[in-house]
T-cell receptor, first 114, second 112 residues
Framework: EAGVAQSPRYKIIEKRQSVAFWCNPI?????LYWYQQILGQGPKLLIQ????????DSQLPKDRFSAERLKGVDSTLKIQPAKLEDSAVYLC????????????FGPGTRLTVT | KQEVTQIPAALSVPEGENLVLNCSFT??????LQWFRQDPGKGLTSLLL?????REQTSGRLNASLDKSSGRSTLYIAASQPGDSATYLC???????????FGSGTQLTVLP
């Protein structure tokens, strides 16, 4: 079974520019998560989808971050405009459901904002 | 608010040693606890998952224990190998949305 796919793997942008990340979860996984991992820290949940609906986006900086999961499959996370502190690895994960189901992580996208 | 702490932040050991990584959490109302491994430039790989009703889980040279009442978990690695070098993260699942809260990780280096 194919794992969680993410692209691009690396991205370098200047502050105030915009950027988008893409995630394709494991087939059949209803729940999709976006995490932000700053260097030296553990991942922090940004947003959680159940099918194409948002379960929790309480830690998503909504003034600059947006995410969507059209058709309940793949998802995009966008930052506009980017700030220096957005430099991090953005991880996507998926699971079959939310009740005690294991999350499977993609390789992440490393974003550098200069 | 749940806080997950991992000690030590970094650890270097010679090959063949047995070692213990520690994880503590402040709110014991969790569904489960997971240990992950993260290699540089890669995503997270789940190593062990302990349900809140369980005390320990074993997989090969790895053994994880959970003491929910005291808010502690340990990951025991037996006979360490250079290939075990990675960052080890623990995470607790909690809340109505079953979300994971992670610690900052322990960076392990096993020297040949």
């Amino acid at each position: 079974e194919a794992g969680v796919a993410q692209s691009p793997r690396y991205k370098i942008i200047e502050k105030r520019q915009s950027v988008a990340f893409w995630c394709n979860p494991i087939s059949g996984h209803a729940t999709l998560y976006w995490y932000q991992q700053i260097l030296g820290q553990g991942p922090k949940l940004l947003i959680q989808f159940q099918n194409n609906g948002v379960v929790d986006d309480s830690q998503l900086p909504k003034d600059r971050f947006s995410a969507e999961r059209l058709k309940g499959v793949d998802s995009t996370l966008k930052i506009q405009p980017a700030k220096l502190e957005d430099s991090a690895v953005y991880l996507c994960a998926s699971s079959r459901g939310t009740v005690l189901h294991e999350q499977y992580f993609g390789p992440g996208t490393r974003l550098t904002v200069t | 608010k749940q806080e997950v702490t991992q000690i030590p932040a970094a650890l270097s050991v010679p090959e063949g040693e047995n070692l213990v990584l520690n994880c503590s959490f402040t709110d014991s109302a969790i569904y489960n606890l997971q240990w992950f491994r993260q290699d540089p430039g890669k995503g997270l790989t789940s190593l062990l998952l302990i349900q809140s009703s369980q005390r320990e889980q074993t997989s090969g040279r790895l053994n994880a224990s959970l003491d929910k009442s005291s808010g502690r978990s340990t990951l025991y690695i037996a006979a360490s190998q250079p290939g075990d070098s990675a960052t080890y993260l623990c995470a607790v699942m909690e809340g109505s949305a079953r979300q994971l809260t992670f610690g900052s990780g322990t960076q392990l280096t096993v020297l040949p």
